[in-house]
T-cell receptor, first 115, second 115 residues
Framework: GAGVSQSPRYKVTKRGQDVALRCDPISGHVSLYWYRQALGQGPEFLTYFNYEAQQDKSGLPNDRFSAERPEGSISTLTIQRTEQRDSAMYRC?????????????FGPGTRLTVL | RKEVEQDPGPFNVPEGATVAFNCTYSNSASQSFFWYRQDCRKEPKLLMSVYSSGNEDGRFTAQLNRASQYISLLIRDSKLSDSATYLC????????????????FGRGTQLTVWP
């Protein structure tokens, strides 16, 4: 079956522009997670959803970052007024249900470059 | 201090060698433990969960020492295809400011197996 998909795969934008990153989880997966990964580092948690409810957004760096999952399926991570330090790989993951022991399946990521 | 600490390596070993990776975690109340594998320019994928009694999956053995807050991964009879970055991952459950779905990743240990 289809895995987690993300779009766009690459995004180049100018400083100050807003960007929206999309994640399409595995069908039927209840939980959806957003991470940011810098080169040479492990993924860093940003936020996650259980169905459409945002359960934890404590990892979002500041109020320029927001995420939604209005119908409990596709999710969008939005970064407003982008800055060069926002450049990174943004990864989405999903799991069948919300439990700390559950496997998270990752998407291919969106490589964001802010000029 | 980071929640999960790993030696980044790199580890360079010949085919057939046995190699061990370690990581430590900071929160003694952590509940679930994993090793994920990440190939170059790819997404992380679950390699194996780590159980208190230790567990084995083919050539891979994972151990957990809760008293020392230490996790290990042993790879026997290394193959060229084992070359990747190995990420130590911890779930702290819903305590000490963390939430059930949040995973903490180490920075990863890079392994290269040469012929």
């Amino acid at each position: 079956g289809a895995g987690v998909s993300q779009s766009p795969r690459y995004k180049v934008t100018k400083r100050g522009q807003d960007v929206a990153l999309r994640c399409d989880p595995i069908s039927g997966h209840v939980s959806l997670y957003w991470y940011r990964q810098a080169l040479g580092q492990g993924p860093e948690f940003l936020t996650y959803f259980n169905y459409e409810a945002q359960q934890d957004k404590s990892g979002l760096p500041n109020d320029r970052f927001s995420a939604e999952r209005p119908e409990g399926s596709i999710s969008t991570l939005t970064i407003q007024r982008t800055e060069q330090r926002d450049s990174a790989m943004y990864r989405c993951a999903s799991s069948l249900w919300l439990a700390g022991s559950n496997e998270q399946f990752f998407g291919p990521g969106t490589r964001l470059t802010v000029l | 201090r980071k929640e999960v600490e790993q030696d980044p390596g790199p580890f360079n070993v010949p085919e057939g060698a046995t190699v061990a990776f370690n990581c430590t975690y900071s929160n003694s109340a952590s509940q679930s433990f994993f090793w994920y594998r990440q190939d170059c320019r790819k997404e992380p994928k679950l390699l194996m969960s780590v159980y208190s009694s230790g567990n084995e999956d083919g050539r891979f053995t994972a151990q957990l020492n809760r008293a020392s807050q230490y996790i290990s991964l042993l790879i026997r009879d290394s193959k060229l295809s084992d070359s990747a970055t190995y990420l130590c991952v911890v779930n702290m459950g819903a305590n000490r400011g963390s939430t059930l779905g949040r995973l903490y990743f180490g920075r990863g240990t890079q392994l290269t197996v040469w012929p």
